[in-house]
T-cell receptor, first 110, second 113 residues
Framework: RKEVEQDPGPFNVPEGATVAFNCTYSNSASQSFFWYRQDCRKEPKLLMS???SGNEDGRFTAQLNRASQYISLLIRDSKLSDSATYLCVVIKTGNTPLVFGKGTRLSVIA | DAGVTQSPTHLIKTRGQQVTLRCSPKSGHDTVSWYQQALGQGPQFIFQYYEEEERQRGNFPDRFSGHQFPNYSSELNVNALLLGDSALYLC????????????FGQGTRLTVV
């Protein structure tokens, strides 16, 4: 079983739609969780950290369920500029390597 | 404040050749990690350097080696290139071995023919 699993998509949604991605992780000792965004042929960039209490940043909401070992990302009111690959990232402790999922590709269509 | 810079941006090599990729970390960062991202995959950890020593290593063969210099910049060397080494190679810098605040360079796209 892979350490971090994501549905690769693609998710094709119209502008204004709400879309949700899930990610599961296998190592119950994992302590930190993130969503990264990667545009085509560019480097990954941190979108947001994910906390047990859930957190929101504008149109983006991230949730963590430790009991079920999954992480979610919700994007409301999708924009064309949200089109990208969203990478789920897990680490055990602050100095262990980032473990990436394969990414979920999102295309927002006009 | 310069971010993480990598060179070259693109590279084409022949099977069996050797390649060196370079990374300058973000100003103030002292830890460099290297990742390999094959097409359609997430980045995979290769190794991490801190205080000029390899501190952690992922599941990559010895053909992959690295170095960190006193100014914290780093090199990734790959010997005896295989077609399967074609990928985007990403450098991430952070502070004092922490990976929670990692910043990525734009990557080097290596094509092996």
């Amino acid at each position: 079983r892979k350490e971090v699993e994501q549905d690769p998509g693609p998710f094709n949604v119209p502008e204004g739609a709400t879309v949700a991605f899930n990610c599961t992780y296998s190592n119950s000792a994992s302590q930190s969780f993130f969503w990264y965004r990667q545009d085509c042929r560019k480097e990954p960039k941190l979108l947001m950290s994910v906390y047990s209490s859930g957190n929101e940043d504008g149109r983006f909401t991230a949730q963590l369920n430790r009991a079920s070992q999954y992480i979610s990302l919700l994007i409301r009111d999708s924009k064309l500029s949200d089109s990208a690959t969203y990478l789920c990232v897990v680490i055990k402790t602050g100095n262990t390597p980032l473990v990436f999922g394969k990414g979920t590709r999102l295309s927002v269509i006009a | 404040d310069a971010g993480v810079t990598q060179s070259p941006t693109h590279l084409i090599k022949t099977r069996g050749q050797q390649v060196t990729l370079r990374c300058s970390p973000k100003s103030g960062h002292d830890t460099v990690s290297w990742y390999q991202q094959a097409l359609g995959q997430g980045p995979q950890f290769i190794f991490q350097y801190y205080e000029e020593e390899e501190r952690q290593r992922g599941n990559f063969p010895d053909r992959f080696s690295g170095h960190q210099f006193p100014n914290y910049s780093s090199e990734l060397n790959v010997n005896a290139l295989l077609l399967g080494d074609s990928a985007l190679y990403l450098c991430a810098s952070s502070l004092v071995l922490s990976t929670t605040e990692a910043f990525f360079g734009q990557g080097t796209r290596l094509t092996v023919v």
